[in-house]
């Protein structure tokens, strides 16, 4: 009897094992397919959405583009609108504008933010909390509100003139707002924290008795920065880079309130084509061609960032 015992002890014990074997196997593999499944219902499927209409025409209409089939069945899509993107030298130059505004805010900010990470980093545990409490605290301000002021700073009558001409640096006031370095300035400002946070968490982690081990070879606090340092923080300054450029690529506010209404940006365009000419296949056709460029930088930076790996390892 007791031999019975323990073999149905052994037998039930095995079948618990299995069953909380097969419940983790389960919860693992539902928490791989989470986020794929996340980003098939909110960016593949909107994405699908854009790309349909995109290959639509626009119509007096509710919704105002034409459906994707005919009545008898027949697709009825077309490549017209990209092809007019492509002919139309005024989108060229918007999308270059849109380019090169959103690398140099992304360069200026990696400049401003790499010293101020490594700052927070370096610092004492409480210097640390404080000074991370100042990089966040705009964010506790409206984004709108923060545009505005940079407004009353750099107007023909803001601060920054009035300050300017008290001095006597100046007698007449200097033509800032409205300006690509209005845009500039704004662009920075808003989006440098993005910059900042993912080189801290990287710089935070860092072993600083590697860089002492370095110097104490004989390397230069230079040399020691670019050997050790900035390989370390590699990973944050791809994350902060993509962070800035890509939010600063279809940037809308900013250009509009200090570029001024004829600042050629790609989130302006965007706004006109669909609100103002009604106009949502072209609309949507700039949107996915601004997708794709983003898509670019996205997968050099990774295939970068999986190369250093690589040699790490």
């Known amino acids: 009897m007791d031999f019975v015992e323990a073999a149905k002890r052994r037998g039930l014990a095995r079948l618990m094992s299995y069953d909380i074997h097969k419940n983790d196997e389960l919860w693992k593999r539902f928490a791989i397919a989470a986020p794929y499944l996340w980003l098939l219902v909110f960016f593949l499927a909107p994405f699908a ?30 490549l017209g609108n990209y092809g007019f993107l492509l002919s139309d ?9 849109s380019v090169v505004m959103a690398t140099i805010t992304t360069v200026l900010c990696l400049l401003l933010g790499f010293p ?12 640390r909390n404080l000074l991370l409490l100042l990089i966040i605290l705009p964010f506790w301000i409206s984004f709108l509100l923060r545009v505005y002021a940079w407004m009353g700073l750099m107007n023909n009558h803001g601060v920054i003139n009035n300050l300017l001409i008290w001095v006597g640096l100046i007698e007449q006031p200097l033509q800032i707002m409205y300006t690509d370095f209005a845009t500039a300035v704004g662009l920075v400002y808003s989006y ?13 982690r860092m072993d600083m008795d590697l860089v002492e081990a370095a110097q104490d070879l004989g390397a230069s606090r230079t040399r ?49 084509e669909f609100f103002l000419n009604r106009d949502w296949p072209l609309a949507t056709a700039v949107a996915t061609v601004l997708l794709l460029l983003l898509v ?15 040699h790490a390892a």
Do not use: H, N
């Open 89 to 97: 030298k005024l989108y060229a130059i918007t999308y270059i504008r």
């Open 192 to 204: 440098l924290p993005f910059m900042i946070l993912p080189l801290y968490a990287s710089l935070e």
């Open 224 to 272: 020691a920065f670019w050997d050790i340092t900035w390989p370390l923080a590699k990973a944050g300054t791809i994350a902060g880079c993509l962070l800035v450029f890509i939010p600063a690529m279809g940037e809308y506010v900013i250009p509009y309130l200090l570029g001024g209404p004829d600042s050629l940006f790609i989130g302006r365009v965007l706004f006109d």
């Open 296 to 310: 670019v930088p996205i997968v050099l930076l990774q295939r970068a960032q999986a190369s250093d790996q690589e």
């Open 116 to 127: 101020i990470a490594y700052g927070i980093a370096r610092s004492s545990a409480a210097t």
């Open 49 to 78: 959405i854009i790309l349909k209409i995109s290959l639509g025409d626009p119509i007096l209409a509710q919704p105002p583009y034409s459906p994707s089939f005919d009545s008898d069945g027949s697709p009825a899509m077309s």
